[in-house]
């Protein structure tokens, strides 16, 4: 397949994208990155390609448009099924790791970025508490999804990893900006062992965000999203 039938529309600080650039690799399939500059308006293209959410990331494969970062994923590992399967085989495995990565989008990552987002002490406590409370049930299941391998997947990366590992960088840079720790050797040695595999790895290595980056990038971005909420409500 030539490079330009696959095109990804996206952003480097998005995890939502990662997860779509991280499959592609996994599939060893090229193609043709359009950044968007969400900051300075969106992009006729991606309007016209997601004309419902109108976000990123957007996957076109020849001239089709597949929106939403967790069908874009399954919709890459079932459009190229000759690569490494992305899906665990088994049916309940595939259903435990769908229900887990509906539980990070649903629930956990809004909670990580609420902690940015909120203005008080209280609603920040609030929300860090539901992100460590969610970093352990995520180290439970790691315990059970990987069965002693070094991946939720087992020995390669699956569709939980890919779930959750794309939101490590937005993780660490709370961390940071925070001056909290959520993911560490005493609670979750687990997750910290595979958080570090999963950044070294060939698929990831080159579309993880740089931790200081990001941070800086948010300390810029927290500020805006907060005063937008606040005239919102006013
Ligand atoms: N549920 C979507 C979330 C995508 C998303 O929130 N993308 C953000 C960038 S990180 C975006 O495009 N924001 C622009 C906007 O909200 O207008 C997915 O999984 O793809």
Redesign the pocket.
Known sequence: MAASEVKVLGSWS???VIRTRIALHIKSLTYEFIEEK?SEGKSQLLLKSNPVY????VLIHGDKPVN???IIVQYIDETWPSGPSILPPDPYERAVARFWAAYL?EKWFPAVISIGMSDGEEAKKAAMAQVEEGVALMEEAFGKCSKGKVFFGGDEIGFLDIAFGSCLGWLRATEEMNGIKVMDQGKTPALVNWAECFCCHSAVKDVMPDTDRLTEFGRVLFPKLRAAAAAKTH
Do not use: A, F, T
Not at 54 to 57: D, E, F, L
């Open positions: 998005s995890p939502y969400l109108k976000k990123i990331p939403e970062s967790l989008d």
